[in-house]
């Protein structure tokens, strides 16, 4: 049981990583957000809101078309994504900030959570 035990060493240098990479993310978040918020958002990312916004509203997983009459329901995207950003703009109302700083998160989290398997996967090699 002791090969699957962390050194002091590995420790350091995976929190050093968690740490660097947790404050680069919120400090750029941080830049953008204050400056411009809107500049977070792409095609691809106000699609994926409005999705969000559609199930809020209308709890249906549709797009509005261009007149703005007709929706039509969403194939080509999964529904996982636009679900979570609905839960989260249920919980803190239509605010990117808290969204974005859960996203942080999970970054960092798959950083460790990658660490974790690799270090299963290959133990002391």
Do not use: C
């Not at 953008?32 to 199930?55: F, T």
């Not at 700083?101 to 989290?109: K, R, V, Y």
């Amino acid at each position: 049981m002791k090969e699957f035990l962390t050194t002091r060493k590995e420790l350091f240098i995976l929190l050093a990583i968690l740490t660097i990479a947790l404050s680069v993310s919120l400090g750029v978040f941080w830049e953008i957000h204050v400056v411009d918020s809107s500049r977070v958002l792409s095609n691809d990312s106000l699609r994926y809101e409005h999705l969000a916004l559609s199930i809020l509203e209308k709890n249906r997983f549709a797009l509005t078309d261009t007149s703005g009459l007709q929706e039509i329901p969403e194939t080509f995207r999964t529904p996982g994504y636009p679900f979570f950003i609905a839960f989260f703009y249920k919980l803190f109302g239509v605010d990117r900030a808290p969204l974005m700083t859960a996203q942080i998160f999970l970054s960092i989290g798959t950083i460790y959570l990658t660490y974790e398997i690799a270090r299963v996967l290959w133990k002391n090699r």
